[in-house]
């Protein structure tokens, strides 16, 4: 009976102990998992963190050049508006010049040039209208700082008639080209500058998006390759549980084995002597039917009788057997049990390593494929880096030429 109320509370024991070591392992699985999720989770707000400071940075950045590219703008809108004013200055200058020399007091002057009789009066006449229209250019000129109408003011001066209105004609012909050509190049630059804007902010922002998304993918990868690794480590440690549970399952059975053992030898001598106890007292009893047939002795003499214990000595022999035969039968349950138990951790320790496999398998090609997208997004990265170095220089060079 002790033993097998010790076999039963050692079963319960061996139950409860495997109950709590897989509570304990779900349990530390459960802390491994969350404690990579909190990995994760801090490396990918450390992440975004550092992308926001690089983002405010790179507004930052953006802003201050967008303030800059106004302000220049603005000058340069200016200056173009100050040459404007200038050449119409200029121009009109020049046509009040051309008015005063083609007027109808310089034409009657200029009919009657090659009359002798008024040669004096009307030299005198043109050289008024000359130094008139000679003091209109050089007041302009001072005013817009004007070369080329200080040396048209002097020749004015200087020259005849005819050569001056030659030069004013000419010089009026060449304002309103350069005039022209001032308001194609200024709606040219203008054109090129906002299209190069465009196509720089529409650039920054790829680049800018190809940088995050070169993030996430690297995030993605250090994922994949965490779980890769914690996959094989599970398979491992299943390896190393159903390896544990093979040899517990053959110290197992080889306790079976001597338990089996024990009992049936047991029982074997327990039914000996039990066999032998009973044909003694049967042959006793055989004797005992044969006395009664015999005659009387002269002197009465005691007759042998069985120990009144014999009985009970039989019956706790038998209850031994009974006990031993229920300890095979319980050992046997025992075993049958433990066998099944052991196949069943085969079969989902087999279940857990394939779908691990599986997995790795699908993290692997994950991976690979965050790979591929990863050197993708690295050369377009380069490519829009260069086309913004391109865009920068030419932005500078439009710059150059249209300030």
């Not at 599970?234 to 009992?263: G, H, Y």
Request: with cysteine; hydrophobic share 35%.
């Amino acid at each position: 009976a002790s033993q097998k109320e010790e076999m039963a509370n050692q079963k319960a024991y061996e139950e409860l102990k495997a109950a709590k070591e897989e509570e304990i392992a779900a349990g530390q699985a459960q802390i491994e998992s969350k404690t990579d999720e909190l990995a994760t989770t801090d490396e990918k707000n450390a992440e975004a963190k550092t992308d926001l400071e690089d983002t405010k940075a790179s507004l930052s950045a953006d802003e201050q050049f967008l303030m800059m590219l106004k302000e220049k703008c603005q000058m340069t809108d200016k200056e173009w508006e100050e040459r404007q004013k200038t050449r119409q200055l200029e121009m009109e200058a020049v046509s009040k010049a051309l008015a005063i020399l083609s007027g109808d007091d310089a034409h009657d002057l200029f009919t009657r040039t090659f009359n002798p009789a008024l040669v004096q009066r009307e030299s005198a006449v043109r050289s008024q209208h000359r130094e008139e229209a000679a003091q209109v250019l050089a007041a302009v000129a001072k005013k817009v700082h004007s070369p080329r109408l200080a040396t048209l003011a002097y020749q004015v001066k200087l020259d005849a008639f005819t050569r001056v209105k030659k030069a004013i004609d000419d010089m009026i012909a060449m304002l309103k080209q350069q005039q022209a050509d001032e308001v194609k190049k200024n709606d040219f630059c203008k054109e090129e500058l906002h299209k190069t804007e465009m196509s720089t902010a529409k650039a920054t922002d790829k680049r800018e998006a190809l940088e995050a998304h070169i993030g996430e993918l690297e995030s993605t990868i250090k994922t994949l390759e965490d779980g890769i690794a914690a996959a094989k480590a599970q398979i491992a440690q299943l390896q190393l549980d159903l390896q544990r549970a093979s040899e517990d399952r053959q110290k197992e059975n080889v306790e079976f084995q001597k338990t089996i053992a024990d009992q049936t030898m047991t029982v074997e001598v327990l039914k000996k002597a039990l066999d032998r106890l009973a044909t003694f007292y049967d042959f006793l009893q055989t004797q005992g039917h044969t006395k009664a047939g015999r005659q009387t002795p002269p002197v009465p003499q005691m007759e042998y009788q069985p120990n009144k214990g014999a009985s009970g000595v039989m019956e706790m022999i038998e209850k031994l057997v009974h006990e031993a035969n229920d300890l095979k039968a319980e050992a046997k349950k025992g075993e049958s049990d433990a066998q099944a138990a052991y196949e069943q951790t085969i079969a989902d320790t087999n279940g857990s390593v394939e779908a691990l496999q599986k997995e790795i398998v699908a993290k692997t090609k994950a991976k690979a494929e965050a790979h591929k997208d990863k050197l993708q997004a690295e050369s377009d990265h380069l490519d829009t880096v260069k086309e913004l170095e391109g865009l920068a220089k030419y932005t500078a060079d439009l710059h150059e030429e249209c300030d």
